[in-house]
């Protein structure tokens, strides 16, 4: 008898704690307005590694594609946007509004920590991981609708939120400024600059600047001045270390 209780307990957490209700993910689906075709995959979006380290069955594969699918939306809709923009401004501009700390404002209006299935041992009371838990959401979301339906709804969910909060996200931060800041914080050494390379034609010349701390090199940035290529490499800096601003 006390078997069958304890036993009883353990599949009524398994149902309540693992796997999201189906008025969840009735919920998810209401808010992107698509519906679901394979639930698996709107699971898997939901489910931290905490809960189940099976690449196949946490979010984290579906956030690896959904950050590409985010970045071609994104890109398309700027080469629209600024016709007569250089790569520079384009590269800026797509910078800003994937950058983690704004895709967390998104999830954050989606409200999508609420159908997170995750360990109680992770503090999601400390702001920093939860919004990082935000933005991973999103783009595990991505991934799971551009698997269940392919372009169209993806594209219908970036510009509806993202894109449509742009203004947000471009708003003007010194990026530069907080990694030097962030380094100082954590007592690591001073970012420093480097100029990689520069080429195009003389009336159109693109910057491209490197940043490293200590041993590790970042992705570069690129702009039409050293200036806008310097914000641009310490906000991918910024990203590469998880810094939520």
């Not at 169209?152 to 800041?181: D, F, M, R």
């Amino acid at each position: 008898m006390y078997k069958k209780i304890q036993l009883k307990k353990i599949f009524t957490w398994i149902k309540n704690n693992i796997y999201p209700k189906k008025n969840l993910l009735n919920d998810i689906e209401k808010k992107i307005n698509y519906k679901f075709k394979n639930k698996d995959y709107l699971i898997q979006a939901f489910t931290h590694k905490s809960i189940d380290k099976g690449p196949k069955n946490n979010y984290e594969r579906l956030e690896f594609l959904g950050d590409s699918v985010l970045d071609l939306i994104i890109s398309e809709a700027l080469i629209k946007e600024f016709p007569e923009g250089d790569e520079g401004l384009l590269t800026e501009r797509r910078a800003s509004l994937v950058q983690k700390s704004y895709l967390a404002k998104i999830g954050k209006l989606l409200n999508l920590m609420k159908n997170l299935k995750i360990n109680q041992n992770v503090d999601l009371k400390i702001d920093k991981i939860a919004d990082k838990q935000l933005a991973n959401l999103f783009e595990s979301l991505l991934g799971a609708l551009f698997l269940d339906g392919g372009l169209k709804p993806c594209q219908n969910l970036i510009l509806n939120t993202v894109w449509s909060h742009k203004k947000i996200a471009w708003e003007k931060t010194n990026y530069k400024g907080k990694l030097i800041e962030y380094c100082h914080s954590k007592d690591i050494e001073t970012p420093i600059f480097e100029l990689k390379d520069i080429y195009g034609p003389d009336h159109q010349r693109i910057f491209e600047i490197q940043v490293k701390i200590g041993s590790k090199i970042f992705k570069s940035g690129t702009g039409t001045n050293k200036k806008t290529a310097e914000q641009i490499a310490a906000q991918l800096a910024l990203d590469d270390l998880n810094v939520i601003l």
